[in-house]
Each structure stands twice: as C-alpha cells, then as structure tokens.
C-alpha cells in the first residue's frame, strides 16, 4: 500500500488517497483517474473495494464516471445566478472547463399553449425553438431548451451555436429589462437521463427563466442540470 493510502477501514483509506491527489493539484478537474485495475494494483484493494470508494466519491461529487470511458474529477458545480444572467460557456471557463454544445433542435415552429402564455404570444404564432446540450470538457453538464419571439430576435437562427451561446447573442442584441426566475428539483425524464447521461433515480435540477426587453417577452428557457452539478447563488443589496 502506498504511502498516501492511511490505515483504517480500507474503501476510506482509498477515498482519502483520491481526495488528496485532488486537493493537491495532482489530479486536476476533468483529468481521467487511474482505472480501477490500476488502483487495485497501487493499493492492494480488492476490486470490490475500490468501486465502492469511487462510487462513494462519484455520489459526493468530488468523480464523475462515464460508462466505457472512465471516471474523471469533477469540475466543480455550476452557479446558477439568481439576479443576473451569464453565459453557460463563461461560467465553465471561470472553472477552469472546455465548453462544447450539441445542436440538438434548431427551427421555427408554430407556438403551442403554454409556449404562446409565457411568450405573452398570440397561440400557433411563429416561434423560434433551440434545444442545446452543453459539455464541460466532453461531459454533458446541462439541457437547454429555450423559445424565442421571433420578432425580437430574427436572426437567432442564423447563428453558430457551437461557437456562440444564445444566452451571449441575446444580451448582445437587446438590453434586458425585467426578468422572472423559477426553480424546481425533480427527477428526469427519460429523454434528459439520457442525454446527461445520468440515472433517472438521481435529481435534476430545472431553472426556468423568462427575459423582456421593454414590454416584449424575449425568451422563456429551461435549463436543465443534475443536481448534484449545480449550486445556486447570489448577493442583493435591500
């Protein structure tokens, strides 16, 4: 056993030898750990032993384990801000992440009930519909789903979504007036297990935003992360 690994119970002796090589800077977020086989050999654990280490660690959020790839440390979890809006990709830069998205859905499309009340929208009016998925570093860390009025915005679909973030181009294009937060923790729905690549029995959180910019509903969003990768903050002067 090395001389990292301390004694006592052996799955924590292993925890506290990921955790330091974390702390310390040696394995940095978003690097791939040793592979369990490997472990095993640098500890002496059995394998059982160290999956459930690293298990531990993964549900407390210091690992991320990708099925076929590997288990990696995590970057820490994203903010969401409550009083101001930011840029998926400048929030995963400030952690130190590589942002990359996925085109998911890109068109324009007639808008259905709920579309149309929360767009304050006349029902089956044109709308503009983005359906992204943001990585850090490869691994999908957030669902956008996000309407725009096209009328505010009737370039938006011309725009690089890889390069680029609608959030960014928005806040470029229109000066924002008034903005409505809700948040809501829930379970996921297939769709979105799959696309975060996470079990259905663990939580997502959902943070839905509508933006105006004067008396126009800009867009309304749902941006969707897992729990356990997500924070919320703010400051407010009263």
Same mark, same amino acid.
């Not at 977020?29 to 531990?56: D, F, H, Q, W, Y």
């Not at 009025?149 to 680029?164: E, I, M, S």
């Not at 181009?169 to 769709?191: D, F, K, Q």
């Not at 935003?209 to 509903?217: E, K, N, Q, Y």
């Given at each position: 056993?090395?001389?990292?690994?301390?004694?006592?119970?052996?799955?924590?002796?292993?925890?506290?030898?990921?955790? $330091?090589?974390?702390?310390?800077?040696?394995?940095?977020?978003?690097?791939?750990?040793?592979?369990?086989?490997?472990?095993?050999?640098?500890?002496?654990?059995?394998?059982?032993?160290?999956? @459930?280490? %690293?298990? #531990?660690?993964?549900? #407390?959020?210091?690992?991320?384990?990708?099925?076929?790839?590997?288990?990696?440390?995590?970057?820490?979890?994203?903010?969401?801000?409550?009083?101001?809006?930011?840029?998926?990709?400048?929030?995963?830069?400030?952690? !130190?992440?590589?942002?990359?998205? @996925?085109?998911?859905?890109?068109?324009?499309?007639?808008?259905?009930?709920?579309?149309?009340?929360?767009?304050?929208?006349?029902?089956?009016?044109?709308?503009?519909?983005?359906?992204? %998925?943001?990585?850090?570093?490869? %691994?999908?860390?957030?669902?956008? $789903?996000?309407?725009?009025?096209?009328?505010?915005?009737?370039?938006?679909?011309?725009?690089?979504?890889?390069?680029?973030?609608?959030?960014?181009?928005?806040?470029?294009?229109?000066?924002?007036?008034?903005?409505?937060?809700?948040?809501?923790?829930?379970?996921?729905?297939?769709?979105? !297990?799959?696309? %975060? $690549?996470?079990?259905?029995?663990?939580?997502?959180?959902?943070?839905?935003?509508?933006?105006?910019?004067?008396?126009?509903?800009?867009?309304?969003?749902?941006?969707?992360?897992? !729990?356990?990768?997500?924070?919320?903050?703010?400051?407010?002067?009263?």
């Amino acid at each position: 056993m090395p001389q990292d690994v301390s004694p006592g119970p052996l799955y924590r002796a292993i925890k506290k030898y990921v955790v $330091d090589n974390i702390d310390s800077g040696e394995w940095v977020p978003g690097c791939r750990i040793p592979s369990e086989s490997e472990i095993v050999k640098i500890v002496g654990a059995s394998r059982m032993t160290v999956n @459930r280490a %690293l298990r #531990e660690l993964s549900s #407390e959020g210091r690992l991320t384990r990708v099925q076929g790839v590997g288990t990696f440390v995590a970057h820490p979890p994203a903010q969401v801000t409550l009083l101001s809006i930011r840029s998926i990709d400048d929030e995963i830069a400030e952690r !130190g992440g590589v942002h990359s998205c @996925r085109i998911v859905t890109k068109e324009q499309r007639q808008a259905p009930v709920a579309v149309a009340r929360a767009l304050e929208i006349s029902t089956y009016a044109p709308v503009f519909h983005v359906v992204l %998925l943001h990585s850090c570093d490869g %691994l999908p860390v957030q669902i956008e $789903d996000r309407f725009v009025n096209p009328v505010t915005a009737p370039d938006l679909l011309d725009q690089d979504f890889t390069t680029t973030t609608p959030s960014k181009y928005l806040l470029g294009l229109l000066p924002v007036t008034e903005v409505e937060h809700n948040i809501e923790a829930r379970l996921p729905e297939e769709s979105e !297990g799959q696309m %975060l $690549d996470i079990s259905l029995a663990k939580p997502v959180l959902e943070f839905r935003r509508r933006t105006w910019s004067g008396s126009r509903v800009v867009t309304s969003v749902s941006l969707v992360s897992a !729990g356990s990768e997500t924070y919320l903050g703010g400051r407010f002067k009263v």
